[in-house]
């Protein structure tokens, strides 16, 4: 079983920045495959904010196009979540997913992180 540490997140003004990162417990021998941020509001369903793959492709969700950026250092099991210019709909608790397994795909996630945009 993966776990999962998030560290980042927090609170700032309108068009400043956040760094996210989340990275598999010490000692985490699995290999990691796809990982994620998604983010979640109250009475709404959790969303995929961006994905990278192990070799590297990255998908954004169109709200965040051109403004965070999705990274991963595969030797160290970590993702990291660069969020420029936020905007006051981007307020939420974040939660980093990692995809592991072989003969089947197990998800972990992190407890989440929240970020507060203030005008």
């Known amino acids: 079983q993966v776990q999962l540490v998030e560290s980042g997140g927090g609170s700032v003004q309108a068009g400043g920045s956040l760094r996210l990162s989340c990275a598999a417990a010490?000692?985490?021998?699995?290999?990691?495959?796809?990982m994620s941020w998604h983010r979640e509001v109250p009475g709404k369903e959790r969303e995929l904010v961006a994905l990278?793959?192990?070799?590297?492709?990255?998908t954004y969700a169109d709200s965040v196009k051109g403004r965070f950026t999705i990274s991963r250092d595969n030797a160290k099991k970590m993702v990291t979540l660069q969020m420029n210019s936020l905007e006051s709909g981007d307020p939420s608790r974040y939660y980093c997913?990692?995809?592991?397994?072989?003969?089947?795909?197990?998800?972990?996630w992190g407890p989440g992180s929240q970020v507060t945009v203030s005008s």
């Open positions: 990278i793959t192990t070799s590297g492709t990255t």
């Open positions: 010490p000692g985490t021998m699995i290999s990691l495959k796809d």
């Open positions: 997913n990692a995809r592991y397994g072989s003969s089947f795909l197990l998800s972990a």
